[in-house]
């Protein structure tokens, strides 16, 4: 069993839609939970981070926790073209999922 | 704020040879990570340290791969000699202390 499991896509969404991308993982014990950006071509981005339970919330970006199923999403509210790229779910320091890719159509 | 620098940002290299990639992290980030990135998945870790010191290298081959990170600031990392499977980017982050990490542009290798 992976570490960091994420559905490996891609999600299409239409321009102005939620995408919402899901991440599940397999230490009960992990404190910290990392959403990154990759653009093709390039190097990982931080998004945003979030260590409680809940929803933490940074401009068009929501991230949520739920320790107890162990699974943590990223919701994209109006997402825009430029949003698209493929989307890392890490959690505590190097546990990374291999990635959700994201469309997002005009 | 500059970034964490890498170089190069490409290295073309025939099996059996050695590379050496080079980091320099965001300046005051104590921790330092070196990551293999193969097409297609996430970033694996390789070693992390803290200041100068190993935290955790599990995952690093050290028969041919290794690591070191001099005065807690710079940090090489070496493959010798290289495999056909170690064709990937080869990516430095750094952090502070709250582990969110930074990454720098990274290093694709090809071996030939």
């Known amino acids: 069993q992976k570490e960091v499991e994420q559905n490996s896509g891609p999600l299409s969404v239409p321009e102005g839609a939620i995408a919402s991308l899901n991440c599940t993982y397999s230490d009960r014990v992990s404190q910290s939970f990392f959403w990154y950006r990759q653009y093709s071509g390039k190097s990982p981005e931080l998004i945003m981070s979030i260590y409680s339970n809940g929803d933490k919330e940074d401009g068009r970006f929501t991230a949520q926790l739920n320790k107890a199923s162990q699974y943590v999403s990223l919701l994209i509210r109006d997402s825009q073209p430029s949003d698209s790229a493929t989307y890392l779910c890490?959690?505590?320091?190097?546990?990374f999922g291999s990635g959700t890719k994201l469309n997002v159509k005009p | 704020e500059a970034g964490v620098a890498q170089s190069p940002r490409y290295k073309i290299i025939e099996k059996r040879q050695s590379v050496a990639f080079w980091c320099n992290p965001i300046s005051g980030h104590a921790t330092l990570y070196w990551y293999q990135q193969i097409l297609g998945q996430g970033p694996k870790l390789l070693i992390q340290?803290?200041?100068?010191?190993?935290?955790?290298d599990s995952q690093l081959p050290k028969d041919r791969f290794s690591a070191e990170r001099l005065k807690g600031v710079d940090s090489t990392l070496k493959i010798q000699p290289a495999k056909l499977e170690d064709s990937a980017v080869y990516l430095c982050?750094?952090?502070?202390?709250?582990?969110?990490?930074?990454f720098g542009p990274g290093t694709r290798l090809t071996v030939t």
């Open positions: 340290f803290q200041n100068n010191g190993v935290v955790d």
């Open positions: 982050a750094s952090s502070s202390l709250s582990y969110e990490q930074y």
């Open positions: 890490a959690v505590n320091i190097g546990s």
